[in-house]
């Protein structure tokens, strides 16, 4: 019976944030439009944790504005096939996988973005969770454009939210976030949400938080295959949930690049420009089980690789011709180091994604 792997898209794959780039290239001041929502969204699925909210339900409240400025589904899928960029070695990750394993993506990206991606390592769009959308067949009325464009431009000049470490409650924040916070459920929540508009905020389901995990075991239940067999490879506040679940069902689960909800949820973290350690660590995995993936990230290092008998010879080839003195940095997270790994993981996702894309959540 074979295992199953499962990994994230932007961030393990690619080195896209679709949704940011699409709202940066289409929307008028668009990035920091989506940085403040995106903040906003953390807020919500994370401290005040609002009732059915999912984490990643930026990409569903940005939509509006996308309607405002006339964007089409066309737009979105030339957009999206013309500015895809893969992490190094995705491809060749992806088919080696498939070989000894049943392989999904989870991704909250747009399904315009997926079936780009999909094509370009043939993978079989079949084998993904994503979030649907059909931003055509909602119309906005030229007065509703005209006030969801002054929206924006308000959104924009608001101060970014900072997230107090340790943050529960409304009251944790400053005045001055407080009053953003406050503002921004009386936009989207009031204003917007009362729109003709507003129905894309029910109608559309966004693949990411509880949407994860509950993708995760569609998977295995179609597989039945039980979640100790499941590989998850995440990078943001998205894959937290994902992660519990396969962790709490004895599976493995790798922060791959992650920020710090990646990190404080996984179980391994790997700092890497290419992703051929996540073929090397679900080769293992796939083929002896979680305890031996364990003990390969505990012994990682050249001379430890060198002598494995269990990874496949050209995988461990590739990986040394990528890395002949320095492998990239894996290692198991702990309550003692996780502090340091997740600042570590954090500075070396900005590298590899950019400023702008590497600090969302």
Not at 110 to 125: N, R, S, T, V
Not at 326 to 354: C, D
């Amino acid at each position: 019976m074979k295992r199953v792997f499962v990994s994230d898209c932007e961030g393990p794959i690619s080195k896209n944030d679709n949704a940011f780039e699409i709202t940066a290239h289409f929307v008028p001041n668009g990035s920091k439009l989506f940085t403040i929502v995106s903040k906003y969204d953390d807020v919500l699925a994370d401290v005040l944790k609002k009732p059915d909210y999912t984490a990643g339900s930026t990409l569903k409240l940005i939509l509006p504005f996308l309607k405002a400025y006339d964007v089409k589904d066309a737009q979105m899928e030339e957009f999206s096939a013309q500015n895809l960029i893969l992490i190094a070695n995705s491809k060749n990750t992806l088919q080696h996988v498939k070989t000894v394993a049943s392989a999904f993506i989870v991704s909250t990206s747009y399904e315009h973005y997926i079936k780009a991606l999909c094509k370009a390592l043939d993978f079989p769009y079949e084998n993904t969770y994503c979030t649907k959308l059909s931003i055509d067949k909602y119309t906005v009325a030229e007065q509703e454009k005209a006030r969801l464009k002054e929206i924006s431009e308000e959104i924009v000049q608001m101060p970014m939210i900072t997230i107090p470490p340790e943050a529960k409650t409304l009251e944790d924040f400053s005045s001055v976030d407080q009053e953003t916070i406050k503002r921004l459920d009386t936009i989207f929540w009031s204003a917007i949400e009362g729109m003709s508009v507003g129905r894309i905020f029910s109608e559309v389901t966004t693949v990411g938080g509880s949407q994860k995990a509950a993708s995760i075991e569609d998977a295995v239940a179609k597989l039945h295959v039980p979640l100790e067999d499941v590989m998850y490879v995440g990078d943001s506040i998205t894959d937290a949930e994902a992660f519990k679940l396969v962790r709490e069902n004895g599976g493995l689960t790798v922060s791959f690049n992650g920020n710090s909800y990646a990190v404080k949820n996984a179980e391994v973290s790997v700092l890497s420009e290419n992703n051929a350690v996540t073929a090397v660590i679900a080769d293992v995995f796939c083929k002896q089980g979680k305890q031996a993936a364990w003990t390969l990230v505990e012994n990682w290092n050249l001379q430890s690789l060198e002598s494995n008998r269990v990874v496949s010879p050209s995988l461990l080839d590739r990986l040394f011709s990528l890395h002949p003195q320095t492998l990239p940095k894996v290692q198991i997270v702990t309550a003692k180091n996780m502090e340091t790994v997740t600042k570590k993981s954090s500075e070396f996702r900005k590298k590899v994604r950019g400023e702008a894309i590497g600090k969302l959540g």
